[in-house]
T-cell receptor
Framework: DAGVIQSPRHEVTEMGQEVTLRCKPI?????LFWYRQTMMRGLELLIY????????DSGMPEDRFSAKMPNASFSTLKIQPSEPRDSAVYFC??????????????????FGPGTRLTVT | SQQGEEDPQALSIQEGENATMNCSYK?????LQWYRQNSGRGLVHLIL?????REKHSGRLRVTLDTSKKSSSLLITASRAADTASYFC???????????FGAGTRLFVKA
């Protein structure tokens, strides 16, 4: 498997513009997580999905942020409008927690390479 | 506040020495994990220890968990320059899958 794929790898945009980050999880994984990493705040969980359904979005900083998972192989994180304080590295991660009717017991998360977002 | 807090924040050692990093957390957990992050890369899962386990080994890694003290330690034996990275502990709270990461320990192994 190619692992978790994120695009773009780098994004530079001006304040006020819309930004869309994309993620393709590992095939067959049932959980998908979006994180943001900054020097000041560390690694923060923004939202996570189970079988394409958002479960916990309490980490989403404000209404400017939205995330979707239209199918099991694709998710987006959108920021509209973007602000300089949104500059960070955004990671997507996927995990296989429930492999079906049998508990797999695994919580290991597989991270993508991240998208470095710079908002000027 | 963050669930997991690592100590020390930074560690510099010579190749061949052992490196020990500690993690403390605040609430009941399902499991505790350790991840490594090389500069400019995503996190890589190293090892998971469940709340009913006390010690776990994987290659040169040894993880201990003390639930009474709400703490864990990661020991890397015979360190190598390639071990230079940031190491994070992450906890999943009882009853959920939400994973909270600590601030990390930056390890520098000098060749």
């Amino acid at each position: 498997d190619a692992g978790v794929i994120q695009s773009p790898r780098h994004e530079v945009t001006e304040m006020g513009q819309e930004v869309t980050l994309r993620c393709k999880p590992i095939s067959g994984h049932d959980y998908l997580f979006w994180y943001r990493q900054t020097m000041m705040r560390g690694l923060e969980l923004l939202i996570y999905f189970n079988n394409n359904v958002p479960i916990d979005d309490s980490g989403m900083p404000e209404d400017r942020f939205s995330a979707k998972m239209p199918n099991a192989s694709f998710s987006t994180l959108k920021i509209q409008p973007s602000e300089p304080r949104d500059s960070a590295v955004y990671f997507c991660a996927s995990s296989l927690i429930y492999g079906g009717p049998v508990w797999t017991g695994g919580y290991e998360q597989y991270f993508g390479p991240g998208t470095r977002l710079t908002v000027t | 506040s963050q669930q997991g807090e690592e100590d020390p924040q930074a560690l510099s050692i010579q190749e061949g020495e052992n490196a020990t990093m500690n993690c403390s957390y605040k609430t009941s957990i399902n499991n505790l994990q350790w991840y490594r992050q090389n500069s400019g890369r995503g996190l890589v899962h190293l090892i998971l220890i469940r709340s009913n386990e006390r010690e776990k080994h994987s290659g040169r890694l040894r993880v201990t968990l003390d639930t009474s003290k709400k703490s864990s330690s990661l020991l890397i034996t015979a360190s190598r320059a390639a071990d230079t990275a940031s190491y994070f502990c992450a906890t999943s709270q009882t009853g959920g899958f939400k994973t909270i990461f600590g601030a990390g320990t930056r390890l520098f192994v000098k060749a």
